[in-house]
């Protein structure tokens, strides 16, 4: 049931990031643009609240007392994420549901090879750091989780 539900919310969090995807793809079309500072890209629906591995790491070093090892094994899966996930926001060959699949499995690998990097009363803390986190994304988007499940008929 655990995972049942951290699976809901990555996918949560990947449709969620999906949408901002649209905007970012037409965006991302002119290439004249020069680069756009985070703030501003956050401002623009870009990179949804993404911060870099390197904060991300010491943010979840606080909330989860991360130890030195832990924290080089984190940061660079977070770094290996935003490398995939950045590549896959340059290819617009496929459609958008594809994509969005893709984004959510790369996000969904990365959140379980971080939960099996912690010790048990971290992943637990972890597991509600997700469901919380779940939690506010369907509270924010009215309750609609937007996920693959057609509603009953």
Same mark, same amino acid.
């Given at each position: 049931? +655990?995972?049942? $539900?951290? #699976?809901?919310?990555? +996918?949560?969090?990947? +449709?969620?990031?999906?949408?901002?995807?649209?905007?970012?793809?037409?965006?991302?079309?002119?290439?004249?643009?020069?680069?756009?500072?985070?703030?501003?890209?956050?401002?623009?629906?870009?990179?949804?609240?993404?911060?870099?591995?390197?904060?991300?790491?010491?943010? #979840?070093?606080?909330? #989860?007392?991360?130890?030195?090892?832990?924290?080089?094994?984190?940061?660079?899966?977070?770094?290996?994420?935003?490398?995939?996930?950045?590549?896959?926001?340059? /290819?617009?060959?496929?459609?958008?549901?594809?994509?969005?699949?893709?984004?959510?499995?790369?996000?969904?690998?990365?959140?379980?090879?971080?939960?099996?990097? #912690?010790?048990?009363?971290?992943?637990?803390?972890? /597991?509600?750091?997700?469901?919380?986190?779940?939690?506010?994304?369907?509270?924010?988007?009215?309750?609609?989780?937007?996920?693959? $499940?057609?509603?009953?008929?």
């Amino acid at each position: 049931m +655990l995972k049942h $539900s951290l #699976l809901t919310g990555a +996918l949560a969090v990947v +449709l969620i990031g999906g949408a901002s995807l649209a905007v970012a793809q037409d965006s991302t079309q002119s290439d004249s643009a020069a680069p756009q500072s985070q703030a501003q890209e956050t401002h623009q629906g870009r990179h949804h609240r993404e911060m870099d591995p390197a904060k991300r790491t010491q943010h #979840l070093t606080k909330k #989860l007392n991360l130890s030195a090892d832990q924290q080089s094994k984190v940061q660079g899966l977070l770094q290996d994420e935003q490398t995939q996930m950045q590549g896959m926001r340059q /290819d617009t060959s496929g459609s958008q549901q594809d994509r969005r699949a893709k984004f959510m499995e790369v996000h969904m690998n990365t959140d379980d090879q971080i939960r099996a990097v #912690l010790n048990p009363d971290q992943q637990k803390k972890w /597991d509600e750091m997700q469901s919380e986190r779940k939690d506010r994304m369907m509270k924010h988007h009215g309750g609609s989780d937007q996920g693959d $499940s057609q509603p009953p008929q």
